[in-house]
Structures are given as C-alpha cells and as structure tokens.
C-alpha cells in the first residue's frame, strides 16, 4: 500500500490526457477552411473545456459514462502524450537535412520601441520573455530527389507568414529583411508562402517591403488563409506589382538554370479547387509552393520532390521537453516546424516572421535559406 501513488497523480495524468483530447479536436478543427465566427468561439470553448476538468468528478449522478471517459483520457496522459512527445524529442534528423546552422538577430535589441508598432495586439508584444522579435535566420540544406544536376547548390529564400497588421512595425520588417538580403544577397529564387496581412489596409506594405528582395532566377508567391479575409486579389495584385509571380492555386512551368520544371502552388484548403496537374508536362522536375504542411500527402502522390510550407508558425508556444501544443493543422504537431523527408518528397516548414497574435515563446520567427543538392556523393 505504501507504494500507491497519490490519488492527485492520477488525476493529474488524466487532466493531461483530457487537454490532449480536446486540443487535438481544436488542432483538427483550425485545419479545415472553417468560417472565423465558428473557429473563434471553438478556441475559447476549448479552453474553458480544459480549465474545467475537475467538474468531471462532480458528475456522480451518470457514473459509467464518467468512469468510460476518465479511462480514456488516462490512456491519453498516460501513454500516448509521453509515447509522442519521446518520439519528437529523440526521432532522428532527417537523411534529407544535410547541414543546419542558425544565427539570431534581436531587433528590439537594435531599435528599441519602435519595433513595437500600432496593432491591435500590441500589448502582448510587451510581455516578458516574448520572443517575437528575435529572428532566426536558418541554412538548411537539403537533398532533393531527383534533384536536376544544373540544380546543384541552388539557393532558395524562403519567407512566410507576415501577418502585416502593424505590430510588429514597419521598421521590424525593414531590418529583418535588411539583414536577409545583407546575409544572402542575391539567392536564385525568392518564394512566398503566403499570410500577408491581417488588416484591410495594410497591403499597402507589401510593394515597399517585399519588393527589395532580389533573385537571379526569378521570385515566386501564393497566398495564405489570413489572406483569404482580407481582399485576396488585392494581395495578388500587390505581390505581382512587386515583382513576383503568384502562382496561386495552379501549376506552371518555369525555366530555372536552363532547366523547364513544374512549379505548383497550393493554397488549399482555403483556396479550391485544389491544383489539378493532369495536363502538366511529364517527367519534369515538380516543386511545390504550399502555406500549409497539411498538402504534405498531396504532394507525395502527385509526384512533388521538394514542398516549401509555412501557416503553423511552430505552434508559436513551446513548452521546454513538450513542445508545440497549438498547431493549426489536421495532423496536430507531426508538421509544426523543420524539415520532412521521405515518400520520395522533401518538405521543409518555415516557423514565419509574425502572427496575427504577436506571441512567441521558446519559437523564434524565422527566416529560411535553402541550399539544395543532389546528394550524389554525399
């Protein structure tokens, strides 16, 4: 008897299987092109769902739907939450990321106040070990099947989500992207994974800010969810006045280093239909502009090789050996951040530069440089 665990402990693991439950539900939920006036309520109701596990005890009158329950959320606690959160912490680097190396540059520390802004979450921006203004800038690179050898030590920037909405400022952005271009002056592509802006009337920023970046062989855009609600052809029609060419929800071919490829944009579930690549050339190399990491499986079966995704932000909150808990995807926390190899297909996912929230922590923006390579030799 001296060995039984408190009751409390039990009850603990099974308040962590319930939040396990129902945050996989709202994860799900967030991943399908669901109206706002019916996502926003969820989240709260979630929330207070959570909150109120110990309610759960108070309801004797029904005791075997309790009881059926509370063995479900033990079994969640007690074994599933640990059996995922051991296999993130210690599944292996992907064969596909050949070399990683980060540096971090802490704008507040440069500008002050002034990265703060005017948006309408401004004051989460303020808080304590808030790590919205400490950007990451990534080199990845990574081995493409079926990569064409012209290919080889290609560089691509990668950009996504900067959810323009005045805070972060302007100036933010125009260090950051300062220093990609000071960084990696001239990479042969740019491409844009979507979520511009969070206001009516920022679009604005898209022209002055993004149309700085330069590229040798050409600078690529597809829209995101958050654009969706705020003048899409707007965002395009910015985005195209900059420089770029928005792909959209469709396929193209695209010459690069001499090489005629397939590039596909996929701005699904919000956008549809979704690409349809039945009348794309055969046999050419296919790469993929998708906001979301939830096109994933798309890819793999229409032939993708390299996927370049955005949308999850890493989950923007992560907790030290835990990880990602929000992530607005189908599949919950197996795509919130990095890169993804197999089924003959490369994916990497870019955490982004902002949020409508303006609230990171342990999740630093990111900026991504990818460096491709056939891995021949390697």
């Known amino acids: 008897m001296g060995d039984e665990l408190p009751w409390w402990v039990g009850f603990l693991v099974e308040w962590v299987g319930h939040a396990y439950v129902w945050t996989a539900l709202l994860n799900h939920a967030y991943g399908r092109p669901l109206p706002k006036w019916f996502l926003k309520p969820l989240r709260l109701l979630v929330g207070v769902v959570i909150a109120a596990f110990p309610a759960v005890l108070l309801l004797e009158p029904i005791a075997l739907p309790r009881l059926a329950y509370l063995a479900v959320c033990l079994f969640f606690g007690a074994a599933v939450f640990p059996a995922v959160t051991l296999y993130r912490l210690f599944r292996p680097r992907p064969a596909e990321l050949v070399a990683e190396a980060s540096a971090t540059l802490d704008v507040r520390a440069e500008l002050g106040p002034a990265v703060v802004g005017d948006g309408k979450w401004k004051s989460l921006a303020r808080l304590p070990l808030n790590d919205i203004y400490r950007v990451e800038f990534t080199d990845w690179t990574l081995a493409v099947p079926d990569l064409p050898r012209e290919w080889e030590g290609l560089t691509i920037l990668l950009l996504s989500d900067l959810h323009f909405h005045g805070t972060p400022s302007w100036a933010f952005y125009e260090r950051v992207l300062a220093e990609a271009r000071r960084r990696w002056p001239v990479p042969d592509l740019v491409c844009l994974a979507g979520d511009y802006v969070d206001t009516d009337t920022h679009h604005a920023w898209i022209g002055p800010l993004l149309g700085g970046l330069t590229a040798v062989e050409g600078k690529y855009a597809i829209l995101g969810n958050h654009d969706e609600h705020h ?54 190399f296919r790469w993929c502009l998708s906001h979301s990491p939830d096109n994933i499986p798309w890819g793999r079966e229409n032939g993708v090789r390299l996927m370049l995704c955005g949308h999850v932000h890493g989950g923007q909150i992560r907790l030290p050996l835990i990880g990602s808990i929000f992530v607005p995807s189908v599949y919950g926390r197996r795509f919130d951040m990095g890169v993804f190899g197999g089924g003959g297909m490369v994916v990497a996912v870019g955490r982004g530069m902002s949020g409508k929230e303006p609230l990171r922590f342990r999740c630093r923006p990111q900026v991504v440089r990818l460096t491709l390579t056939t891995g021949r030799g390697l």
């Open 231 to 284: 003048h899409p052809h707007r965002v395009r029609a910015e985005l195209e006045a900059a420089g770029y060419v928005v792909v959209s929800n469709t396929w193209r071919e695209v010459t690069v280093r001499g090489v005629r490829t397939v590039l596909v944009g996929h701005e699904g579930p919000w956008f549809r239909p979704p690409p349809d690549l039945s009348a794309a050339p055969a046999g050419l």
